[in-house]
């Protein structure tokens, strides 16, 4: 059974538009979530990380929110932009990654047409 | 150096062969990461390694061996694999063992 759940596989934007990709997850011991993204070729690159002690962490045009009692992160990018068309990767953490057991979804295919 | 390499970029073996994966890092990072994906899946953690010790190994068969032979090479022997084992195998690293870690570009493995 998924412990992270990414429901849309894919999205599609247009530039200087907002992309809010979304992530649920089921077990309530992880408490530190992140972002990764991954063009083709490459591996995932972290983007960005919220603790459960947050509920928003914004690092320039990328702002992830957490809902803890509902168990759901999204990820916001303002404005889109045609570079921002990558695979986007929730992952969650439980004892604040200590173990290094990054629980993965499965992946939203970004699309921002220019 | 900011980054995580991997060689080959593409393998194909046959179930009798043994091969081997190579990940390197130098970046001073104590914490290097095996990871399996295959297709339209996530990431699946299969080994960690902490200071060149084994410090999690995911209930991954015996027919992949782990090797760390120092703090910048991280090694995935292979020896007869099955075809269900072609996957794309990512490599990572971070300082010491945290949920922030980079990733190489994977080695993409098929078995035939």
């Known amino acids: 059974d998924q412990q992270v759940k990414q429901n849309s596989p894919s999205l599609s934007v247009q530039e200087g538009r907002i992309s809010i990709l979304n992530c649920d997850y089921t077990?309530?011991?992880?408490?530190?979530f992140l972002w990764y993204k991954k063009y083709p070729a490459e591996g995932p690159t972290f983007l960005i990380s919220i603790s459960s002690i947050k509920d928003k962490n914004e690092d320039g045009r990328f702002t992830v929110f957490l809902n803890k009692s509902a168990k759901h992160l999204s990820l916001h990018i303002v404005p889109s932009q045609p570079g921002d068309s990558a695979v986007y990767f929730c992952?969650?953490?439980?004892?604040?990654?200590?173990?290094?057991?990054?629980?993965f979804g499965k992946g939203t295919k970004l699309s921002v047409k220019p | 150096d900011t980054e995580v390499t991997q060689t080959p970029k593409h393998l194909v073996m046959g179930m009798t062969n043994k091969k081997s994966l190579k990940c390197e890092q130098h970046m001073g990072h104590r914490a290097m990461y095996w990871y399996k994906q295959k297709a339209k899946k996530p990431p699946e953690l299969m080994f960690v390694?902490?200071?060149?010790?084994?410090?999690i190994n995911e209930s991954v068969p015996s027919r992949f061996s782990p090797e760390c032979p120092n703090s910048s090479l991280l090694n995935l022997h292979l020896h007869a694999l099955q075809p269900e084992d072609s996957a794309l195998y990512l490599c990572?690293?971070?300082?010491?063992?945290?949920?922030?870690?980079?990733f190489g570009p994977g080695t993409r493995l098929t078995v035939t």
């Open positions: 992952a969650a953490s439980a004892i604040g990654g200590s173990q290094g057991n990054l629980i």
């Open positions: 990572a690293s971070s300082p010491v063992i945290s949920y922030e870690q980079y």
């Open positions: 077990n309530s011991m992880f408490d530190y």
């Open positions: 390694y902490s200071y060149e010790k084994l410090s």
